[in-house]
């Protein structure tokens, strides 16, 4: 069973910036691709990131070149940089995890952290 737990989210103007982060305990966090997905009020959970076991790292086109995801094996988190940041990226962020084959697809994750509120104003 995988824990994850999210962090850093918080009010900030529009072009600032955020990072997040996400702890993870309980599992072999480096065997694990990480994600991050996010969710706006009255709309469905959207893919937002995702970092392969080995590195590679992808993102959704509204996102691209704007978030840029890490991860630290030795402390078993993850993080998301958020630079440039709009009043429509304003969504509670939620980590997740999956194993074996990667996804972009929220039903297919394994385990969710609770997630961390980014607020955007303009």
């Known amino acids: 069973q995988v824990q994850l737990v999210e962090s850093g989210g918080g009010l900030v103007q529009a072009g600032g910036s955020l990072r997040l982060s996400c702890a993870a305990s309980?599992?072999?966090?480096?065997?694990?691709?990480m994600h991050w997905f996010r969710q706006a009020p009255g709309k469905e959970r959207e893919f937002v990131g995702a970092i392969r076991s080995g590195g590679t790292t992808y993102y959704a086109d509204s996102v691209k070149g704007r978030f840029t995801i890490s991860r630290d094996n030795a402390k078993n988190t993850v993080y998301l940089q958020m630079n440039s940041l709009k009043p429509e990226d304003t969504a509670v962020y939620y980590c997740?995890?999956?194993?074996?084959?990667?996804?972009?697809?929220?039903?297919?994750?394994?385990?969710w952290g609770k997630g961390t509120l980014v607020t955007v104003s303009s």
């Open positions: 309980g599992g072999t966090f480096s065997s694990y691709h």
């Open positions: 997740a995890a999956k194993s074996q084959f990667i996804s972009f697809v929220p039903r297919d994750m394994n385990y």
